[in-house]
């Protein structure tokens, strides 16, 4: 154990991380960089604690996902609408190495939480600052959530069929890209740290559209060079060199998806249904005679049952999948190979299984060595251990509401 009293080994021990942060976006990059190692203090409101803390389903009133959204991080109470708790939160910004919030701007400025204040108190912070439309434009102070950043990245218009509405992926995709791309950036700042000796600390401004934006790379360039606004085609790319994209239906009422990206796998597909490999063996041809073979591929696989197809398309090399529900991850062996899931003990649901740490890392890989803490549950260990307070201070603080 390390001197933050959770396991050793992981890339990023030693790295101290406070999150004013709540609900999924500025919370996820923290769990990534829990799950390396760092020792991650989240802050929550006495008594109510994060918001997220009651999403989703329960079992017997203990909320889930909570469970592991809050992982491997430290839960400490405070009140930052009391001057004295606003004191306190500064003296876990002055220790913190990093610090994420997602409060609003002008929120941020009244507590003193901002970055102009927080650099002040602590020259070398990074401040990860998670807003809905980012923390310089004209919407700074107006409040978004990332089904809202979906719809503004692009995401959401060419998700879909042609002849039906818009469609959101089914988990909260603007949130996670957000936190995944958050996590991201911070490393990026803690390499400039590490390198420059007259690093001044680091803002990083991110809205909750500029992950998902990003990722589309194409969509800006084909309307700025061709005036193509890209639209929903359903299950294929509509910027994929492929004639087969798509999920199809078996015999048995799975499915499977089925992709074609280069010369040699659209060949593959071909063998599949008997179809003669020179009517695809240039780009125009398999664009003349990709819905050809996509009908094909359909009426194939409609005849037959899901092991059968996966055991010939295998043997001739067709990149394909069945379509894995989470039952199907559980008794997956690639899953159960590459050591993707995690058992470990809870205090209150006994033991579960969720997600192991992710990306996987073969020196430093890090570990879940806890799942959500009780609110308040470390405040004892972060305020007397980490921020060097007393027990009296602790009491004081706490007989006054502040923590």
């Known amino acids: 154990m390390n001197s933050a009293g959770s396991p050793a080994g ?6 101290k991380v406070v999150e004013f942060a709540h609900v999924i976006a500025g919370p996820l990059a923290g769990t990534l960089l829990a799950d390396l190692g760092a020792t991650v203090v989240h802050v929550e409101d006495p008594g109510r604690g994060d918001p997220q803390r009651g999403a989703g389903p329960d079992r017997d ?16 109470t405070l009140n930052l609408r009391t001057g004295e708790g606003r004191a306190v939160a500064c003296e876990l ?8 919030t997602n409060f609003r701007v002008e929120t941020l400025e009244k507590w003193g939480l901002d970055f102009k204040s927080l650099n002040q108190l602590n020259p070398k912070i990074i401040l990860l600052q998670v807003t809905g439309f980012g923390a310089t434009s004209s919407r700074r102070n107006d409040p978004g959530f990332g089904k809202v950043g979906e719809a503004m990245s692009g995401v959401v218009n060419i998700t879909g069929f042609p002849d ?7 988990f909260s995709h603007g949130d996670s890209v957000t936190g995944l791309m958050g996590a991201f950036a911070i490393q990026a700042a803690l390499y400039r740290k590490a390198q420059d000796e007259d690093f001044r600390g680091e803002w990083i401004d991110l809205a909750l559209y500029d992950g998902l934006f990003r990722l589309i790379e194409w969509q800006i360039i084909f309307y ?46 071909a063998a599949l249904v008997g179809e003669p490999a020179e009517d ?23 005849r037959r049952p ?32 590459r050591e993707n899931l995690v058992e470990l003990d ?6 579960v299984r969720m997600q192991n740490v992710i990306p996987k890392l073969t020196n430093y890989a890090g570990s879940v060595w806890r799942t959500a803490p009780r609110l308040g549950e470390d405040n004892d260990l972060v305020y007397r251990d980490f921020l060097g307070k007393t027990e009296a201070d602790i009491a004081d603080l706490t007989a006054g509401g502040h923590v």
């Open 93 to 100: 910004a002055a220790w913190a190495d990093v610090v994420i």
């Open 10 to 15: 992981g890339a990023l021990e030693g790295l």
């Open 61 to 76: 009133g203990v909320h889930l996902w909570w469970k592991v959204a809050a992982r491997n991080k430290r839960s400490v």
């Open 224 to 269: 700025d060079q061709l005036g193509v606004v890209p639209e929903r085609v359903g299950n294929k790319l509509a910027a994929a060199p492929a004639a087969v994209i798509n999920t199809y239906r078996t015999l048995d009422d799975r499915w499977i998806t089925v992709t074609s990206g280069t010369p040699r796998s659209v060949s593959n597909v």
């Open 306 to 337: 899901l092991a059968e197809c996966v055991a010939v398309m295998q043997k001739l090399d067709v990149v394909a999948s069945s379509i894995f529900t989470v039952e199907d991850i559980l008794a997956d062996p690639t899953y159960a190979e």
């Open 280 to 302: 695809y063996a240039s780009r125009d041809l398999q664009a003349e005679n990709s819905l050809r073979l996509d009908g094909l591929v359909a009426e194939w696989i409609s």
């Open 346 to 351: 809870d205090p209150d649901l006994g033991r």
């Open 164 to 170: 039906g509405p818009p469609v959101h992926t089914g």
